[in-house]
């Protein structure tokens, strides 16, 4: 489906369920996580868009300059264009709950909506990277925010990733973080942490 601005994957879930949007990382497509997605709440409303930025045939779902150098204007408008897209398809689907799983760049986008914006009431961020100092937002209180990471991720290193929990700790977020000893792979524990985060929604 093209509708609403992003290529992507949609089941309609019950009338009075969560919606959650699964946001891949760089490479991936509206398919890596939607089946993941299905198992986790079955009568939710799942939404997998396709990053609408292209990096040498890579999906993305903003542009960078380099290896955690991010072109921030390019990410302004994805954030701006990712809010929205959220915000009218869970009006549409009239959702109980805005729920949010992404890993990577998928990640980034969603870290970024809710520093921004808010929106999602529930979030698993797998390996974000934020590297530059978010503005604060008082709407983030409540909010429950999940990160999970590896202990030697080259991509997502150990020290932006616990200023970003830091972060969210510092708006009143309900934040849990979760480690394992790898890099950037996403290992057993992320799920677990990832299947209790959404299991009230179920």
Known sequence: ????????????????KPILFTLHGTGGDENQFFDFARQLLPEATIVSPRGDVSEYGAA??????????YDMADLARATD?????????????????ILGLGFSNGANILANVLIEKGVFDASALMHPLIPFQPKA???????????????????????????????????????????????????????????????PYR
């Open 1 to 16: 489906m093209t509708d609403h601005g992003y290529v992507h994957r949609l089941h309609a879930g019950a009338a009075g």
């Open 60 to 69: 993305r779902f903003f542009k960078r300059t380099g290896e955690g150098v």
């Open 137 to 199: 937002n008082a709407g983030l209180a409540g909010r429950k925010v999940l990160i999970t990471a590896g202990e030697r991720d080259p991509i997502s290193p150990v020290p932006v990733t616990k200023a970003l929990a830091d972060y969210y700790e510092r708006q009143k977020a309900d934040v849990t973080t979760v480690w394992h000893p790898g890099g950037h792979e996403i290992r057993p524990n992320e799920v677990d942490a990832i299947k209790a985060l959404f299991e």
């Open 81 to 97: 264009k990712m809010a929205g897209y959220v915000s009218e398809l869970a009006r549409e689907h009239q959702a109980s709950a």
